[in-house]
């Protein structure tokens, strides 16, 4: 597919789009992609979720540098954790106890093998519209997690703040949600509590597949020291769900509380990309809370600037050289 080249955006961030950032820790910015990136996009997630590859969560490496990504189907997941507890409470919208459908894949660092996530991530308008967004003067990419719900899938995913989980520290993460399909709370609407980015809290991990459950602390992941995230009401005042559409990006601060509906369609997919760009003051840090051993990488060590390794590039103000695919 012919790469697009003109990494800019459809249109301007307003002032008023700022302020709601700010104030909110998340704000739904419409049509501001142009169209030839949205089917980029659209054909990167469907090349990276129908291949035929294997990457499991034995692949992970806790040494050096992964150059395989990692995937996990929710709906296995929880099936597993089923079969072994037949009395869990699992994360899913609709009849509780009924079979789930379809698959729920979170593919997470599909740029460090998929040369044309890389493409989007690093050479596409996000770096641009994050630094427009947050008024940062500079932007490196920092990893991206991609999303497929397939119609009957019923996974949520449970509320959860991604700050425990980011190998960052020193300045603030910004994430951008990236639709390609039409969402809605049917096959699978974002929710954020806004304001909760200002609470001052990091929160343990989720495992993902129950609402309160948390990662397990193994493999050196520990995460005692964080606080319990405690069940978000659906009545809660500051609790906003955003029905999206190609061209939309959702944007969060990284430590905005948020999670989604499960995918109760029975015909419409939900395909989305999550792409995390990390701004001024970032470093490298091995955060013990995180559950994503796979991304620890020898060539940095605490403190580091992030651009030190070829993975976090700058990409704002954008540079004359930068690699075509993951060095
Ligand atoms: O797409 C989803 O369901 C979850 C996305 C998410 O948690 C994120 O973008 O950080």
Redesign the pocket.
Known sequence: MHRPQDPSLARDVTDGERDTFERDGVVLLRSIQREEWVEYLEAQLDDVFDGNVDRSMDQRSVSGQSSSGIRVDMVALAGGLRARQPDVVLAVDGDPSAELTGRSLVETDAAVWHEGMWHHNVHGPLGQLVAELTGSAQVNFYAD?L?LKEPGSRMR?PFHQ?KPYFLVDGGDVT?C?VPVDVVTIEN?A?GYVRGSHKWGKVFKPSDFVTDTGTFPQRDGIDHSGLELLDPIEPNDPDLVYFDAEPGDVIVHHWATV?G?AGNVSATARRR?A?IRFAGEGCTYFRRKSSPEPFRFTGELTDGDRLELSPRYPIVWPRQRSLSTGFP
């Open positions: 997690q999303f995913t991604d994430v949600w699978g974002m948020h989604s989305a999550s």
